[in-house]
Nanobody, 124 residues
Framework: QVQLVESGGGLVQAGGSLRLSCAAS????????MAWFRQAPGKEREFVAV????????YYADSVKGRFTISRDNAKNTVYLTMNSLKPEDTAVYYC?????????????????WGQGTQVTVSS
């Protein structure tokens, strides 16, 4: 059974940094696509970042571009989201997701596996 477990969330002041981790229970980390989404109170789940193994590319939502970085450590079966210059608008529950679909991008429906989420709160 595939499981993804997020960690690293917490409370941080605006302008600060945080690194989220997503540990996979299987080789799903080596699947074609790993991504991060987030969901703020009263909002729909939105795309944050994606890493494609097949083409080696990473893509980011415009709202986080230049501030967030997605990375993988295959040996540790873990994907990371490094967040810098955090803003109060970044406050949300962050979820990692995995897809076998090689061209998966920014739609939640493209992803097969999801973590439980980790809360990130950015204070002003």
């Amino acid at each position: 059974q595939v499981q993804l477990v997020e960690s690293g969330g917490g409370l941080v002041q605006a302008g600060g940094s945080l690194r989220l981790s997503c540990a996979a229970s299987s080789g799903i980390i080596n699947s074609n696509v790993m991504a991060w989404f987030r969901q703020a109170p009263g909002k729909e789940r939105e795309f944050v970042a994606v890493s494609r193994k097949t083409d080696g590319n990473t893509y980011y939502a415009d709202s986080v571009k230049g501030r967030f970085t997605i990375s993988r450590d295959n040996a540790k079966n873990t994907v990371y989201l490094t967040m810098n210059s955090l803003k109060p608008e970044d406050t949300a529950v962050y979820y990692c997701a995995a897809s076998r679909y090689y061209s998966a991008y920014n739609s939640p429906s493209q992803y097969d596996y999801w973590g439980q989420g980790t809360q990130v709160t950015v204070s002003s």
